[in-house]
């Protein structure tokens, strides 16, 4: 039998000591350590507050203060004694007060009062959750600005649009790229959400029930820079529905990532050969000298399955558990760090490729000049013409007939061939059908035209120019 630790957090009602499996099994300090600077930030912030109470006088608070400050500046220069001093902390909670008692003696043991690690996790959780959501949300802006920076350079390169993976209509490359910076848009939206769902401070709500000691909340939650307390401190405890929030928001970028890396594989087919694969971003085969493999893309591809495993897994735990805090919520931890590592590298990664994407611009405006493209316009002219839409439909779904069994291209059928079939159709037709025009009649407002793709790109360079200027006004 071994004998009890002292320094335990918790050893004073046990007489043996925990199995040594079970022991490794329950520590969380391998992972937990990241939440360390935020831990002392609150540490920091509960120290400060103790004094107004009677527990700490002003010269213990300094001393607390200088005795964090100290553990923290240590664990960023020495990382071997983080590894030794840390091998036996239970979690970052005990490592931060098995240091600060060394520091200080029984002073350290003082800093827990009133207090409990169920919201000391919550509170450091939240606080990374904001930390990491901005992270990631600098970076979707270098992604959306090289979305920018290729939308200008191929402004008005065409393309064929395509639903259904068959050719539609004609559309501009520059309205492609912008669609995948609409939705990178709306994954920082989702961030914003995360963060405001994780900015409430939990301190003050204690195991459990809250605080006997009339700690002041406000203070300690304007000090770690949170907006609002939390309201209830049962659920404080429990609610882990910030990082649901923040896994969702990776979850989005992970799927508008995979998005954009299937059409950028299918873009790099031979078949298509829409874009050429920048180096820096390909592989080559061990075997197959000729290859040039979209890796990058693959990967990013790949990786969206375990982001969403992060999100169903975190579910999958909170679902059923009974109110208050809970020993699985330790639980929520891991996979949200990796998910949000595996996400900044993938946005990282798919701005860089974006960037140095080359776009095969005679390759892409030939299969934007595909006739079959401009059937709709047909159509379209039938219907200035008075033709109601729907006939005006089939009418041209003859003449596309005619021109299959003649095994020509339909733009060629000549005017009297086109009259026999609608007499609709004039000698202004011909004049009227082309790419360009196609294109320029799509001048809503979001539509492909290339007036109406300037308005987009500027439009989108005002969103992230106040977005920065809105961070400049903060910091
Ligand atoms: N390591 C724990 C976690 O991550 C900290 C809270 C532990 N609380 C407890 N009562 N055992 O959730």
């Known amino acids: 039998m071994t004998e009890r630790k002292d320094d335990r957090l918790w050893g004073g009602r046990f007489e043996r000591a925990p199995n040594e499996h079970f022991d490794a099994f329950q520590r969380s300090f391998a992972f937990d350590r990241r939440l360390l600077p935020y831990e002392i930030a609150v540490d920091r912030a ?58 200080l003696g029984p002073l350290g043991w003082k800093l827990h009062t009133g207090r409990s690690r169920n919201e000391l996790v919550a509170t450091d959780f939240r606080l990374f959750v904001i930390d990491a959501a901005a992270e990631i949300q600098r970076r979707l802006e270098a992604l959306l600005n090289a979305f920018l920076l290729q939308a200008k350079a191929n402004r008005n390169v065409p393309m064929a649009g395509m639903t259904h993976m068959q050719h539609a209509q004609p559309i501009l490359l520059s309205h492609f790229l912008l669609a995948h910076a609409e939705a990178f848009a709306r994954d920082i939206t989702r961030l914003h959400h995360a963060a405001e769902s994780a900015d409430a401070c939990p ?47 990776l979850t989005g970028i992970a799927t508008h990532l995979s998005r954009l890396a299937e059409d950028f594989v299918l873009f790099a087919s031979q078949e298509f050969s829409y874009v ?29 399955g375990r982001i969403n495993g992060a999100l169903l897994g975190l579910l999958t735990t909170l679902k059923g558990l009974p109110t208050s805090y809970q020993r699985d919520l330790q639980e929520d931890k891991e996979a949200l760090f990796a998910a949000h590592d595996q996400v900044a590298d993938m946005v990282a990664v798919a701005a860089g490729a974006i960037a140095s994407t080359k776009f095969n611009a005679s390759r892409l405006a030939a299969a934007a ?44 059928l000549p005017l009297k061939t086109l009259q026999k079939i609608s007499p609709a159709f004039e000698a202004d037709f011909a004049g009227s059908l082309s790419l360009d025009a196609a294109l320029a009649s799509k001048k809503v407002r979001g539509g492909t035209a290339p007036e109406s793709v300037r308005a987009a790109i500027t439009d989108l360079e005002e969103r992230l120019n106040k977005k920065a200027k809105k961070k400049g006004a903060k910091s």
């Open 369 to 412: 000049s595909n006739p079959a493209l401009l059937a709709t316009e047909a159509a379209d002219y039938l219907v200035h013409k008075g033709v109601p839409f729907r006939q005006a439909h089939d009418i041209v779904g003859k003449v596309l007939r005619e021109a299959e069994k003649q095994n020509i291209a339909w733009t060629t």
């Open 203 to 249: 301190m003050g709500s204690g195991a459990l029930a809250g605080n006997s000691f009339a700690i002041d909340r406000n203070a300690i939650s304007r000090e770690l820079g949170f907006s609002r307390i939390t309201g209830n401190s049962l659920d404080a405890v429990s609610d882990r529905d910030f990082a649901l929030d923040y896994l969702y928001a």
């Open 46 to 103: 509960w120290a400060k507050a103790l004094e107004p109470i009677g527990i700490f006088t002003a010269t213990e608070v300094k001393q607390a203060l200088a005795a964090l400050d100290k553990i923290a500046e240590r664990a960023k220069t020495d990382p071997a004694w983080l590894e030794q001093f840390g091998a036996d902390a239970e979690d970052v909670h005990h490592f931060v007060e098995k240091a600060l008692v060394e520091e």
């Open 276 to 304: 050429i694969l920048p180096d820096e971003y390909s592989t080559g085969s061990s075997l197959m000298p000729q290859k040039k493999n979209p890796d990058a893309w693959e990967l990013i591809r790949g990786k969206t």
